[in-house]
T-cell receptor
Framework: EPEVTQTPSHQVTQMGQEVILRCVPI?????FYWYRQILGQKVEFLVS????????KSEIFDDQFSVERPDGSNFTLKIRSTKLEDSAMYFC?????????????FGNGTRLTVT | KQEVTQIPAALSVPEGENLVLNCSFT??????LQWFRQDPGKGLTSLLL?????REQTSGRLNASLDKSSGRSTLYIAASQPGDSATYLC??????????FGSGTRLLVRP
């Protein structure tokens, strides 16, 4: 069964550095998402992306964050000038275009640790 | 504000029991509702998707119901097994572009 794949599985970075989290969505999917989960807390929506532009974003997704679909298969989340509170599990997700009735499929996540 | 609440936060049952997990949501104007399973340190696995026009969906030992007017959904797990131990998350689509999660119910099925 097709899967959403995320790399790396674990990333450690120093405060103030930039990180790029990478995702390969399922190949025929058209809607792409990033979520995060701080340890012990809810899964939180960050951003959705469709037709090469942001569809919706949360208040968390400020100027520190950006997304890109650089080559038709990858979907990336860039976090500039990382802070300690950015430490979390980041999940990529995708779904197909079937009128809103298709389930969201998640990757296994990238655990980001900011030291 | 659109919010999803799950009760109980944690549940421990002996193997073989049938159990019900509850989910409630504000604002009944939903598109769909989706149930997920999350194992510790892992990603989210989609279990069931209920469209707003549906009342229930079944997959194996799992049955999810939806009552839009009262803002509730339940996930019924029949004949629970230790392998069912995980966190179960309820999530609501209020638009095509954003899925909002509850805090989850952490289930432990004791052998």
């Amino acid at each position: 069964e097709p899967e959403v794949t995320q790399t790396p599985s674990h990333q450690v970075t120093q405060m103030g550095q930039e990180v790029i989290l990478r995702c390969v969505p399922i190949s025929n999917h058209l809607y792409f998402y990033w979520y995060r989960q701080i340890l012990g807390q809810k899964v939180e929506f960050l951003v959705s992306f469709y037709n090469n532009e942001i569809s919706e974003k949360s208040e968390i997704f400020d100027d520190q964050f950006s997304v890109e679909r650089p080559d038709g298969s990858n979907f990336t989340l860039k976090i500039r000038s990382t802070k300690l509170e950015d430490s979390a599990m980041y999940f990529c997700a995708s779904r197909s275009n079937t009128g809103g009735s298709s389930p969201l499929h998640f990757g296994n996540g990238t655990r980001l640790t900011v030291t | 504000k659109q919010e999803v609440t799950q009760i109980p936060a944690a549940l421990s049952v002996p193997e073989g029991e049938n159990l019900v997990l509850n989910c409630s949501f504000t604002d009944s104007a939903i598109y769909n509702l989706q149930w997920f399973r999350q194992d510790p340190g892992k990603g989210l696995t989609s279990l069931l998707l209920i469209q707003s026009s549906q009342r229930e969906q079944t997959s194996g030992r799992l049955n999810a119901s939806l009552d839009k007017s009262s803002g509730r959904s339940t996930l019924y797990i029949a004949a629970s097994q230790p392998g069912d131990s995980a966190t179960y998350l309820c999530a609501v689509w209020w638009s095509s572009y954003k899925l909002i999660f509850g805090s989850g119910t952490r289930l432990l099925v004791r052998p």
